[in-house]
Nanobody, 119 residues
Framework: QVQLVESGGGLVQFGGSLRLSCAAS????????MGWYRQAPGKQRELVAEVTIGGRTNYADSVKGRFTVSRDNAKNTVSLQMNSLKLEDTAVYYC?????????????WGQGTRVTVSS
């Protein structure tokens, strides 16, 4: 059993910053991927950013240059620093951790934390 606990969401003004954090615990010792997805009202869940256990990152084009994902492998935590926030960043953000065993990905999800960007 895996638990992902997020923190750091909230209300922020346009152009402001926010930092999300997520801690993984449970039966899996380490995850190949850790990162963040988001889902805005009426839209599908989408990748925001993720980082592999080796440090390779992948960002959605819409957040490149504004968001930074980082992880602490020893603590099984992942963070998302969000700067220059835009109205369209408003969404529920989900922490994701995934194993990659024999190229088969298995995803685990947090409960979600809401980020609201106001004008």
């Amino acid at each position: 059993q895996v638990q992902l606990v997020e923190s750091g969401g909230g209300l922020v003004q346009f152009g402001g910053s926010l930092r999300l954090s997520c801690a993984a615990s449970g039966s899996i010792f380490s995850f190949y991927f850790m990162g963040w997805y988001r889902q805005a009202p009426g839209k599908q869940r989408e990748l925001v950013a993720e980082v592999t256990i080796g440090g390779r990152t992948n960002y959605a084009d819409s957040v490149k240059g504004r968001f930074t994902v980082s992880r602490d492998n020893a603590k099984n935590t992942v963070s998302l620093q969000m700067n220059s926030l835009k109205l369209e960043d408003t969404a529920v953000y989900y922490c994701n951790a995934a194993t990659n065993i024999r190229w088969v990905r298995e995803d685990y999800w947090g409960q979600g934390t809401r980020v609201t960007v106001s004008s």
